[in-house]
């Protein structure tokens, strides 16, 4: 008789049964050993505890190695899987996959037993001890001990070096030396560095700190520097500083004569151009940026409004008659003058224009419409409001310039 005694539950064939038919039953036990080493599922049929048994010789879920435990409902709280028979010690890889965010809890007898949470995955096994089987988690955990025995440090190709090792016992490793700009240190040894007189040709890579002070007035067209390098030189004196695309890369493309006290903050980037920002003792910056990075390639208001297509500002205070443009905020600084708005005005252009006397009202100046109506009337404006403000916007050819 055919017994099912083994961790698998396999048919185990008596000798001397099945002749002729023991092949079938063969190839059953050979489909449930690759079932064993694949993946199954079990699932709650309710809201409680059940006990899930391998059969013998069938396929089943439970002989899975790897068990993904589901729901048909929601659990309200931990249920217990008990695994069936008791006495098979086997190894699991279990899923709690149910529903309601409820822990379970996997036993086999009156054992130990291992609670999963929700959602989460663990090892464990049985141990199939009958009616005291337990269940143990088997997840893998690396563990040992040693010693260390000998200490040493290099530096390598970094700028350090190190002495004092190997150290067996106990002891001082002592390290020395600057960390190199390819390593992320500066190379120096100190913030402030010994001065450096001008030249022609400035060469920084000697430099001992980050802040060096440069003597003398020779004018310099160029640094030499380590790739990386990035160094503050502070001017002691009128020193002329010609621009070069590559090795006196001055922001704004300017030449330019620091005066004692004026900060350069200068870096060899990775196309291998010195890059030199200049800032004046004032804060001020020198140069202009480039429209091509990002500026207007101007140095004052108006030319940096015509950079980008606007129109200049005109004087903000005048006292003689002036004809305005598109964008222009004029204050009169006189009475009885005359202020000529734009000729040939697009739609949307705008003027403001502010007495800056107090006197309009007993002197007045007048607001010429040079061929152009204003609030749809061919005449002049009579600017007679003291302190008043206005902005004429310019409409279409009928209203022509709005008050």
Request: glycine content about 12%; some cysteine.
């Amino acid at each position: 008789m055919a017994t099912y005694v083994n961790n698998l539950r396999l048919k185990e064939i008596t000798t001397g049964d099945e002749d002729g038919t023991w092949g079938t039953s063969t190839n059953t036990n050979l489909e449930l050993i690759t079932d064993a080493l694949g993946y199954g599922t079990k699932e709650f049929a309710a809201d409680s505890n059940e006990t899930f048994t391998m059969p013998d010789a069938t396929a089943d879920g439970t002989r899975a190695l790897y068990l993904k435990f589901t729901s048909a409902v929601s659990l309200t709280g931990t249920r217990t899987a008990t695994i069936g028979p008791n006495t098979v010690s086997k190894m699991w890889m279990v899923e709690n996959a149910t529903t309601g965010s409820q822990s379970i809890t996997i036993k086999q007898g009156s054992g130990a037993e291992v609670t999963i949470g929700t959602g989460e995955k663990t090892w464990l096994y049985t141990d199939g001890a009958g009616a005291g089987a337990a269940v143990a988690l088997a997840n893998p955990t690396e563990t040992g001990t040693g010693t260390v025995t000998s200490v040493q440090v290099a530096g390598g190709t970094t700028g350090l070096s190190y002495s004092g090792g190997p150290i067996t016992t106990s002891g001082t490793i002592t390290m020395a030396g600057t960390l190199a700009v390819a390593n992320g240190g500066t190379g120096l040894t100190s913030l402030v560095g010994a001065d450096i007189a001008s030249a022609t040709t400035v060469d920084l890579t000697s430099a001992t700190g980050n802040t060096v002070i440069i003597t003398g007035t020779v004018t310099t067209t160029g640094f030499t520097m380590t790739k990386g390098q990035q160094l503050v030189l502070i001017a002691n004196a009128a020193w002329p500083l010609t621009f070069d695309v590559t090795t006196c890369n001055i922001t704004g493309g300017v030449s330019y004569t620091c005066a004692a006290g004026d900060r350069l903050y200068i870096t060899k980037d990775d196309d291998n151009v010195i890059r030199v920002s200049v800032m004046k003792q004032d804060g001020a910056p020198v140069g202009v940026t480039p429209i091509a990075n990002g500026g207007t390639g101007a140095a004052t208001a108006n030319a940096a409004r015509q950079a980008i297509a606007l129109p200049a500002l005109a004087d903000v205070h005048t006292s003689s008659p002036a004809t305005l443009v598109d964008g222009q905020y004029c204050v009169a600084g006189a009475g009885s003058i005359t202020f000529t708005l734009p000729g040939s005005p697009a739609v949307g252009d705008s003027v403001i224009i502010k007495d800056g006397t107090g006197a309009a009202s007993t002197t007045s100046f007048t607001v010429d419409r040079n061929g152009s109506n204003i609030a749809s009337s061919a005449t002049n404006l009579t600017f007679d409001k003291d302190w008043a403000e206005i902005t004429m916007t310019y409409i279409d050819g009928t209203i022509g310039w709005s008050v």
